[in-house]
């Protein structure tokens, strides 16, 4: 089964509206061994806020060392985002398996008018694929109700509520008590009930769940309080209780979601993550929670963009919650307020307007789905609460375009109404159009196998396929419009077979670049919301010349060679050959000597298996070497190799000018500290840091799934303040991968200017040459043809430890691919 046909089939599902009660997702369960009965699980259940203290929970869960899964919806871009473990969504292969598998039992009970929905289907998927991976807990996020969702099949061992409001009351009852008796059904049966809710809905909860632990105000069990914005992107919290025996605990940290409201939610994640770790036997201390709630980011949840104008994504979707995002915009000062807003039609659309700040100009757009409101119905809703002249747009991206064009850097743009609006939105910061070499008909064929293009137009377009290729992903409506332009101007395009409406969609273009630039020029003006996509075009492809890059980093000019100075005993190559500061003032020196454009200073080995140092141990490493490089006057810029941003923030201060974090952001501060001291910033995709050697991980395609994970980290970079010049990505070849799969990454490097980012390759004497025979101790040569192939791809920066054969290498790929620059 291909994943078009197995997407498809789930998707098919939507037609058959939600349905009470867990027998059929148990039924479904049992065609796959009922993978749940020895599953521990989380239950989150609530109106508002249960996605983002889902979130928290699975955060926090696995920075106490905890394989976690984790279970939502809806979902941006992907269906595979409902489904994660470890943060990794399921591959898919795994969603193909799954449906070959559960076929036969559809069809079945479809005969019998009884087919699973949509969302059975995918919380089956969810509970399988987090049986296969042997996580160590589960956090669902509840559907609808509580006492009859299909994720009620299993038995939790914690549960919230997060709070109670009228919402689906054909369904769960006409009265906030009636709703919030159906929810607490979730309570676990060893356990209190975790819940936020207040007055007659609380009485409801106790009534129904028995035991309950209350978060929120200074009578809670859990008390919680909100202290305002501490950034553009994060707010204060501080949350306190006390354990069974009487121990106090306090947590005083960040999130990086605002709005008041989020402290009750990082107070019931607390009390959730607590309970499951005790029953767990991990240990959630204050530092464990304060560290996992700060790394929450949940998109589109009050996610700020941009700071001029000031660029708001909230996925408000019903009255209480556009009142709450109100409450958090008034945190803020700017000047005229735009609000884009998109809803689906089944919404009180009036009381929802009602709820939003008064606005100085509405934009109103419809989502690509057929639940979608008519765009000219909500500009009459919004023209009724008094908003003078609100304007129809058609699609988000029109809208989005047309507010930040009106928008001065001093005022505010608001999208809003549904989370399809805001994932719409959200393209514009993270859709990527990756750049992919076709050499031959075969590099064709799995080009359009990948991006799930049927097997008839793989045979129809492969041929095509050997100009410049294009890979991305476009809303139906977009692909269609792409499709039909491209060809009218001789290009090629295959979109994804993936038959349901209002998904991305892959998306190959395949032409020359005059076709390409074509192309542009059809969609610049377009009613599709394409304005953004033709400019993203243009950049990708360099149809309109080179940028200018604003600042001059060493790899401005070409590909930069960083020196790696290992001050520790243990690493994996040279380890405790230049521990000491006067060996390693004296290496510098050879570096430099030799070329070096960069020094990258580490002193914690992050080879598999090393034992993490502290942070004062690293330190003292460290900033010596800085220091004794700066007072000889040797003029190199210096990168500090930590995962830990006090010890970044401490080697900057003695002189370093860019910080290495192997670890992918893992450390939250870690960004800021850049951003304070507008030092470039290496991204490393990471799974584990130092290297778990026994964590197997499963990619359908490297290259794109560590695309797909560094494009989130580098939008966190950017958000706190760094331009993409300054962050530079790793794709992190021998972190959780195979040799293969290296490898691959080395061979695709040009992909990743997908990002807008410089590229780094690390693959100095790494054990994936061990694959073609060199053992440790042998991989110099394998190492710099490893770097000649690396440059050649494009490559920016190039992290090695012998510098002088590197350098060459270097020198002679950028000379084959330039050779006029050899005469100057």
Not at 56 to 62: I, K, N, Q, W
Not at 336 to 358: C, N, Q, S, Y
Not at 380 to 407: I, K
Not at 511 to 523: H, K, Q, R, V, W
């Amino acid at each position: 089964m291909q994943y078009h046909e197995a997407a498809s089939l789930l998707f098919d599902l939507r037609r058959y509206g939600a349905r009470p009660g867990t027998e059929s997702t148990a039924d479904l369960l049992a065609t796959v061994g009922d993978p749940h009965e020895d599953l521990a699980c989380v239950q989150v259940a609530g109106s508002n806020g249960k996605g983002s203290t889902t979130r928290m929970v699975e955060s926090v869960l696995r920075e106490a060392g905890l394989s976690v899964g984790l279970y939502t919806s809806p979902h941006f871009e992907d269906v595979r985002e409902r489904v994660r473990v470890d943060g990794r969504k399921v591959p898919r292969s795994a969603m193909c398996e799954f449906v070959a598998t559960i076929q036969p039992h559809v069809v079945d009970r479809a005969a019998d008018g009884e087919s699973p929905t949509f969302f059975e289907a995918m919380t089956a998927l969810a509970l399988w694929q987090f049986d296969r991976e042997d996580v160590d807990v589960a956090v669902l996020e509840v559907g609808i109700g509580g006492r009859l969702d299909a994720t009620s099949v299993v038995d939790p061992i914690a549960s919230a509520v997060t709070n109670v409001s009228l919402e689906h009351t054909q369904l769960l009852g006409e009265t906030v008590e009636e709703i919030a008796t159906d929810k607490a059904h979730v309570a676990p049966a060893d356990r209190p009930l975790v819940t936020g809710a207040t007055g007659d809905a609380l009485a409801a909860v106790r009534e129904q769940a028995g035991a309950v632990l209350t978060v929120g105000d200074d009578d809670a069990a859990v008390r919680t309080s909100y202290g305002g914005r501490e950034n553009h992107v994060e707010a204060a919290v501080s949350v306190s209780g006390a354990d069974a025996d009487g121990t106090d605990w306090r947590v005083d940290t960040r999130v990086p979601t605002l709005g008041a409201h989020q402290a009750t939610n990082a107070g019931i994640a607390c009390a959730l993550a607590r309970q499951a770790g005790d029953e767990l036997g991990a240990a959630v201390t204050e530092d464990v929670l304060g560290r996992g709630l700060r790394n929450a980011h949940w998109p589109g949840r009050f996610e700020v963009l941009d700071d001029a104008p000031l660029t708001v994504l909230d996925g408000a979707h019903n009255p209480a919650a556009c009142e709450r995002a109100g409450e958090t915009l008034a945190e803020f000062d700017y000047d005229a307020l735009h609000i884009v807003f998109g809803a689906m039609h089944d919404k009180p659309h009036r009381e929802m307007a009602a709820g939003l700040p008064a606005a100085d100009a509405v934009y109103t757009c419809e989502p690509d789905l057929q639940r979608a409101e008519d765009d000219a119905v909500l500009a009459r809703v919004f023209e009724d609460a008094g908003v003078d002249t609100p304007q129809p747009c058609g699609a988000v991206d029109s809208a989005l375009d047309r507010a930040l064009d009106a928008a001065d850097p001093d005022d505010c743009v608001l999208v809003t109404g549904s989370l399809f609006t805001v994932a719409e939105a959200r393209t514009r910061w993270t859709r990527v159009q990756v750049p992919t070499r076709v050499r031959d008909v075969d590099d064709a064929t799995d080009v359009l196998a990948d991006a799930a293009v049927t097997d008839d137009e793989i045979v129809e377009l492969r041929a095509d396929g050997v100009h410049r290729v294009l890979r991305t992903r476009l809303q139906g409506r977009q692909a269609t419009k792409i499709r039909d332009s491209l060809l009218t101007h001789g290009g090629e395009c295959a979109v994804s077979g993936l038959e349901t409406e209002g998904e991305r969609l892959d998306v190959v273009l395949m032409g020359t670049l005059a076709e390409f630039e074509a192309l542009a020029d059809d969609i610049a003006d377009g009613p599709d919301g394409l304005a953004q996509f033709a400019r993203e075009l243009r950049e990708t492809l360099e149809l309109d010349g080179d940028d200018e890059v604003a600042d001059d980093y060493p790899w401005t000019d070409g590909a930069a060679v960083m020196g790696i100075l290992n001050v520790t005993p243990d690493s994996f190559h040279d380890g405790g050959e230049y521990d000491a500061v006067d060996d390693a003032l004296e290496r510098t020196r050879e570096m430099v000597d030799a070329g070096v454009d960069i020094v990258d200073i580490g002193g914690e080995s992050t080879r598999p298996g090393a034992d993490p140092v502290s942070t004062a141990q690293e330190r003292d490493r460290v900033v010596p070497v800085i220091d004794a490089v700066r007072d000889a006057g040797i003029d190199v810029p210096i990168s500090v190799d930590t995962r830990r941003a006090e010890v970044a923030r401490a080697a900057l201060d003695a002189g370093a000018d860019i910080c290495n974090d192997v670890s992918g952001l893992g450390d939250p501060e870690m960004r800021f500290v850049a951003a304070e001291y507008d030092a470039p910033l290496v991204v490393m995709h990471s799974i584990d840091t130092p290297v778990d050697p026994g964590n197997d991980i499963a990619y359908d395609d490297v290259v794109a799934d560590v695309l797909d994970q560094l494009r989130e980290r580098v939008l966190l970079a950017e958000k706190a303040g760094l331009d993409r010049e300054q962050i530079v990505v790793d794709p992190g070849l021998g972190f959780g991968k195979t040799a293969a799969e290296s490898f691959e990454l080395l061979d695709r490097i040009d992909e990743f200017d997908a990002l807008g980012c410089p590229i780094l390759v690390g693959h100095s004497h790494k054990s994936m040459f061990g694959a073609i025979g060199r053992a440790d101790g042998e991989r110099l040569p394998a190492t710099v043809a490893g770097t000649a192939i690396a440059a050649d791809r494009g490559a920016d920066v190039i992290r090695v430890h012998d510098v002088h054969e590197n350098v060459d290498a270097v020198r002679v790929a950028e000379g084959v691919r330039d050779p006029e620059t050899l005469d100057e």
